[in-house]
């Protein structure tokens, strides 16, 4: 079982945000971050490890100025989430000539805002992932052929986000009739997460 405690004070902690006319503006503000971590990996059997993480953190800029170059900034630090866990276990044995193992984890990370203006837009949505792989290790330990997916159910979720829009952050609707509802270039660009991906590796030990 390991555990950490933090806390960073920093200053001028700088940041990135796009501008309401397309320019991109530079911030910086005395900050904090503290927050708690858990890990353990445990062996329930000769054959099967399991292991687990869990992660707290808070944060907040100390001399917070709402408007920057008529951009509004938000109080909370971009992609932040307050809560992260994993949870997973590799299970082995034995075969022909060698070993096979299976591994699998599922990480969660809570929603959070994906950019320095806090768009309730483009904010990234509970991230569910699960990974996993199955590997054949043979030649005495000196091969390890795996095959694997990352994102193995295609959750969606936002990861970045620019806010061209202009218009209040905090807004959960493009409304063009609100009052300044846009007087920047009106639109807001989201990156999505890395979707299912599969991979197939090769490892040989020399």
């Not at 309401?20 to 971590?37: K, M, P, R």
């Not at 971009?78 to 984890?105: I, S």
């Not at 795996?146 to 193995?152: K, M």
């Not at 952050?169 to 639109?187: E, I, K, V, W």
Request: glycine share 8%.
């Amino acid at each position: 079982l390991n555990y950490t405690a933090f806390y960073y004070d920093y200053k001028d902690f700088f940041s990135t945000a796009t501008g309401q006319t397309g320019n991109f503006i530079v911030f910086t503000s005395d900050a904090e971050f503290y927050g708690l971590e858990f890990e353990s990996t445990v062996r329930l059997t000769d054959q099967f490890d399991a292991f687990a993480a869990l992660g707290w953190e808070q944060g907040s800029y100390k001399d917070f100025d709402p408007v920057i170059f008529g951009t509004s900034i938000g109080e909370e630090p971009q992609r932040m989430p307050e809560w992260t866990a994993k949870l997973g276990g590799t299970y082995k044995w034995p075969v022909a000539n060698g070993e096979m193992r299976f591994t699998a984890d599922y990480q969660f990370l809570e929603d959070h805002f994906t950019n320095l203006q806090n768009s309730e837009l483009a904010r990234s949505g509970d991230v569910s992932v699960v990974n996993a792989s199955l590997g054949y290790e043979f030649g005495d330990g000196q091969y390890l052929a795996t095959l694997g997916c990352r994102n193995c159910f295609n959750d969606e979720y936002i990861s970045q986000s620019l806010d061209f829009s202009g218009m209040d952050p905090r807004s959960t609707a493009l409304d063009p009739t609100a009052p300044n509802a846009f007087n920047g270039l009106s639109f807001l660009t989201v990156y999505a997460g890395p979707p299912r991906e599969w991979l197939l590796t090769m490892k040989v030990k020399f």
